[in-house]
Nanobody, 125 residues
Framework: QLQASGGGLVQAGGSLRLSCAAS????????MGWFRQAPGKEREFVAA????????YSADSVKGRFTISRDNAKNTMYLLMNSLKPEDTAVYYC????????????????????WGQGTQVTVSS
């Protein structure tokens, strides 16, 4: 089970940190990722990280602003979002897979087997 938290309302230029806690399973060789979906739009990839070597991959739209990290001891993944923009407004979902994904596969939602319930992020202008 994945539990996402940390969403909220923030002004443009502000910051938020999302958390995704995994329970009921060990991380093992998992890859974990963040995706988001804005109203009327398709779900899109944000960032992903591998548990074993912390290799990360991020969407171009968030590079330099968002940082993904994980704490294996706590079975938790984080997304630190800085310099938020109104276009970052969306429901953010965390996901995981029991596969050590290669970088080119990290951005594809179909590779992730387990999904959290989502947390709303709203950025006001």
């Amino acid at each position: 089970q994945l539990q996402a938290s940390g969403g909220g309302l923030v002004q443009a230029g502000g910051s938020l940190r999302l958390s995704c806690a995994a329970s009921g399973r060990t991380f093992s060789d998992y890859t974990m990722g963040w995706f988001r979906q804005a109203p009327g739009k398709e779900r899109e990839f944000v960032a992903a990280i591998r548990r074993t070597d912390a290799r990360t991959y991020s969407a171009d739209s968030v590079k330099g602003r968002f940082t993904i990290s994980r704490d294996n001891a706590k079975n938790t993944m984080y997304l630190l979002m800085n310099s938020l923009k109104p276009e970052d407004t969306a429901v953010y979902y965390c996901a995981t897979t029991r596969t050590r994904l290669i970088v080119s596969a990290m951005g594809h939602a179909g590779h992730y087997s387990y999904w959290g319930q989502g947390t709303q992020v709203t950025v006001s202008s």
